[in-house]
């Protein structure tokens, strides 16, 4: 992966590929991509790469890094950069199996903003909102296909209520926490597009073991497994 200062990933990142890990050939999109790791990640692995993905950044630094990185893997024709607003992109509606999103987590008015343009955007809802990502992504969808996003565990009133509105039902979800004495730092959410109502909350995924070493979950998403 290509990152510089402003524009890198974290651990978020990692958790949001292994959530929304597309099937082999499948055909799947990450919005709000950023230099372009989520996408990237899922063809780590060749047997279980999707047929073609698409990453999309709306920052044209961000999203010349995700096309080196394309580049430089290997991946022309199969793993796409582009530089784009989510609210208008242009590509096809009703084709994608997954797509999936890390969003600016604090909504607009709220939290410290970010010094500099390029984390102002990445973090804080200046150029897009969770409708907006909600309304693109299930959009974009198939029937039945998946949206997938990750969130600040004080905003997912907010992720429900979108995808639901979008026509995404929330179907599955999962909490992130670093110890199980923690409190949640990260939610992961999966809706379907068009499918009835019925929500799975699987059990918490702990970063840390009982040694305070990284668990066997987070070090199977690392080494590129699905959740």
Excluded at 183 to 188: G, I, Q, R
Excluded at 191 to 209: A, C, I, K, Y
Aim: proline share 8%; net charge neutral; hydrophobic share 35%.
């Amino acid at each position: 992966m290509f990152v510089t200062k402003e524009h890198r990933f974290g651990t978020d990142s990692f958790l949001l590929s292994a959530f929304a890990s597309p099937k082999p050939g499948a055909l799947a999109c990450d919005l709000c991509g950023g230099c372009g790791i989520v996408a990237a990640l899922w063809f780590r692995r060749p047997d279980a790469a999707p047929r073609r993905a698409v990453t999309v950044e709306i920052q044209p630094e961000a999203a010349a890094l995700a096309e080196r990185c394309t580049e430089e893997s290997g991946l022309t024709g199969r793993l796409e950069s582009l530089c784009a607003d989510v609210r208008s992109l242009p590509l096809r509606r009703g084709e994608y199996d997954v797509v999936s999103c890390n969003p600016p987590y604090y909504a607009a008015g709220h939290g410290i903003p970010s010094s500099g343009d390029a984390a102002l955007t990445a973090r804080h809802e200046t150029l897009c909102t969770l409708r907006d990502v909600c309304r693109t992504g299930a959009g974009l969808l198939r029937f039945g296909g998946r949206l997938c996003l990750c969130q600040r565990p004080e905003r997912l009133p907010d992720v429900l209520e979108a995808m639901r509105e979008s026509g995404a039902e929330p179907k599955r979800m999962r909490f992130v926490q670093q110890r199980p004495d923690s409190a949640p730092w990260l939610v992961l959410v999966e809706g379907r597009r068009g499918s009835r109502p019925f929500l799975r909350v699987e059990p918490p995924l702990f970063m840390e073991d009982e040694t305070g070493s990284p668990s066997a979950a987070l070090r199977q998403v690392y080494e590129g497994g699905a959740l």
